[in-house]
């Protein structure tokens, strides 16, 4: 007796592994999808308040509160949640979303947080020190929610989730890369950290076109990885039937009738598809990169905070520290300290990127895995299709 074909859950499967295109039909429960990014924005606008809220006032108020070790301490927790706290909300109600679609439920719970969040989130901006009028604020979140409602249809979500989720997952390896396979590397940035020039080109320019020379290496990183995984996803759905092991699909909802379809000839994937599979392992690398790269400033930023007083920073800089402020948040590291860690971090992702495709030894760690999830996905698409055509 033929096993029962759960196409719902099927369905949720490819939108877990970031393939919203491969789903046929019209996305449903746009009102529960939207939850997680509101639960991201919310956290993240209620800890910049908090953190606009305790190091309001001067900066010399400011400096004065970081000298007790207790106000310090818990400055220093309040930017960690700030990177935390925001991705665990997302990431706990993604595991709601994930029951309440199979379930076709959520619909009351989701409205009630779209309207906490386009009516009461605003009020909350008044606590603040920059006070924004309240007509513009619910305006301006109603737009978040018409935004994200549109990013949900099209299947953005998916996408971001599982992408966000890989690189977290493979973030165990940045140990590694960074102890065994990058040692000349890091010598070098070494190196390049106690050049007085870089010091000096840090501190003669202002953060806004730090921020330029920031982009500049990120559209460098990505033209590339949009060459090299296009030719990727191109070598992969090249191959006319799918050519893992039947085994990588047990405990899906593909696995009983995956024999059947697997020497048959793969139905040719739509322009939507392939581009959905591009942007997927872009924006894993992506997120690979920038894990790398917040790790290589926090080291940056925490080994020049321990090892270089104001003296040696003006010694390089040519002139006296002055405060930091990181998106507009104060930040008890000198400004000059913040801008060398960031162009390093900068050039270390374009080098981590190159790296991670073209290198063998990086390719192993952090590349492969990507094509074989692909693989796998290509697999179970052949399934999918296959079932389609059977019941239409």
């Known amino acids: 007796m033929e096993q029962r074909y759960d196409r719902d859950a099927a369905e949720q499967w490819f939108r877990r592994r970031g393939l919203p295109a491969v789903v046929k039909g019209r996305p449903r429960s746009l009102l529960v999808r939207v939850v997680p990014a509101l639960a991201f924005a919310a956290v993240w606008q209620l800890l910049v308040i908090t953190l606009d809220v305790v190091d309001g006032g001067t900066e010399a108020e400011f400096e004065r509160r970081l000298e007790n070790d207790l106000f310090l301490v818990g400055y220093y927790g309040l930017l960690l949640s700030l990177v935390v706290a925001p991705a665990l909300a997302a990431w706990l109600t993604t595991k709601w979303v994930r029951w309440a679609v199979l379930r076709h439920r959520g619909t009351t719970v989701a409205s009630v947080a779209i309207a906490v969040y386009v009516l009461v989130l605003p009020i909350a901006w008044l606590l603040g020190p920059d006070e924004d009028p309240l007509p513009v604020t619910i ?4 737009v978040v929610v018409l935004l994200l409602f549109g990013i949900a249809f099209l299947g953005g979500g998916s996408i971001v989730g599982w992408s966000a989720r890989s690189a977290v997952r493979q973030a165990k390896s940045l140990g590694e890369l960074t102890s065994r396979a990058l040692p000349l590397f890091l010598l070098f940035t070494l190196f ?14 202002e953060r806004k076109r ?3 020379v920031v982009a500049l290496f990120v559209v460098v990183a990505v033209l590339f990885m949009l060459t090299m995984l296009s030719e990727e996803v191109r070598r992969l759905t090249s191959l006319r039937n799918a050519t893992v092991a039947l085994d990588k699909l047990a405990g899906t909802p593909f696995q009983p009738f ?11 994937l739509t322009k939507l598809e392939r581009a959905n599979m591009v942007l997927v392992l872009v ?5 690979q990169t920038l894990v790398f790269a917040t790790l290589t400033f926090v080291f940056f930023v925490t080994f020049g905070k321990i090892a270089l007083k104001d003296e040696v920073i003006k010694a390089y800089a040519t002139s006296g520290p002055t405060p930091g402020t990181l998106f507009g948040i104060q930040i008890p ?7 060398v860690s960031l162009f390093i971090a900068a050039f270390s992702a374009v080098y981590f990127t190159s790296s991670t495709v073209t290198d063998e030894k990086y390719r192993v760690a952090f590349f492969d895995p990507l094509t074989d999830h692909l693989a796998v996905s290509l697999a179970a698409r052949d399934v999918y299709r296959a079932r389609l055509a059977e019941t239409t």
């Open 139 to 142: 305006p301006a979140h109603a």
């Open 192 to 205: 390049g950290f106690f050049t007085a020039e870089i010091w000096q080109f840090a501190a003669s320019v």
């Open 210 to 212: 730090m921020w330029w």
């Open 258 to 268: 995956a024999r059947a379809v697997a020497d048959t000839d793969r139905v040719p």
């Open 283 to 287: 924006l894993t690398q992506a997120f």
């Open 333 to 339: 590291v000198p400004n000059e300290l913040l801008q």
